[in-house]
């Protein structure tokens, strides 16, 4: 069974610090994908990661890929109030003609002022 | 493009009646999916389909039924609504593509929240 483990699954933080979320996968899987979802909000898409080694940047935000360790890294440098948000990751399931995205749990992410 | 698209925005239904929510996407996606979550959770899969005519069950899907008879809409039945089931509701749809440099990033509605009473 394909899982996908999230930790922390909550942080508090100050601003100006850095961080990193970490997201596991139990099986083999070459696309990793990040979203974001603000407080009472819809999901929206973050970074897509294509292949082992990837790196993508977004301002304070970067994603890096290791599929042989089956590790994405979510990166924040001197995190500021504007990224507090629920953040997921999520990796593709194909079988037979059959298609999902599993998803992990999601990490909450509070930055204090 | 509107994108992904879901009505209504608010629902409160009494113990035991049925409802539809819509969702439709202009994107001309092959895959679309209903998900549930409920506060402070992550996302659950209720139904999905991997193109028109075609439906699948997810991890949740007793207590609602789905149809894909067009490529565009993908509407989602609560047969019975229950307590359990007050909750947010997201559409999502994405192309499905396979091979390499290829993905299949989800595109969200902007959620129904329901209340079941």
């Known amino acids: 069974e394909l899982k996908v483990e999230q930790n922390p699954l909550f942080l508090s933080m100050q601003e100006g610090k850095n961080y990193t979320i970490y997201c596991n996968y139990s099986t083999t899987s070459d696309r990793l994908y990040w979203y974001r979802q603000d407080p009472g909000k819809s999901l929206e898409s973050l970074f897509v990661?294509?292949?082992n080694g990837a790196v993508k940047q977004e301002g304070r935000l970067m994603a890096s890929l290791d599929t042989k360790a089956r590790l994405s890294t979510l990166h924040i440098t001197a995190a500021v109030h504007d990224l507090s948000a629920t953040y997921f990751c999520a990796v593709d399931r194909w079988w037979d003609s059959n298609y999902q995205l599993i998803w992990g749990a999601g990490t909450k992410l509070i930055i204090k002022p | 493009n509107a994108g992904v698209t879901q009505t209504p925005k608010f629902q409160v239904l009494k113990t035991g009646q049925s409802m539809t929510l819509q969702c439709a996407q202009d994107?001309?996606?092959?895959?679309m999916s209903w998900y549930r979550q409920d506060p402070g959770m992550g996302l659950r899969l209720i139904h999905y389909s991997v193109g028109a005519g075609i439906t699948d069950q997810g991890e949740v899907p007793n207590g609602y039924n789905v149809s894909r008879s067009t490529t565009e809409d993908f509407p989602l039945r609560l047969l019975s609504a229950a307590p359990s089931q007050t909750s947010v509701y997201f559409c999502?749809?994405?192309?499905?593509?396979?091979?390499?440099?290829?993905?299949?990033?989800?595109?969200f509605g902007p959620g129904t929240r329901l209340t079941v009473l």
């Open positions: 994107m001309n996606h092959e895959y």
């Open positions: 999502a749809s994405s192309y499905l593509f396979l091979g390499d440099g290829s993905y299949n990033e989800q595109f």
């Open positions: 990661l294509l292949s």
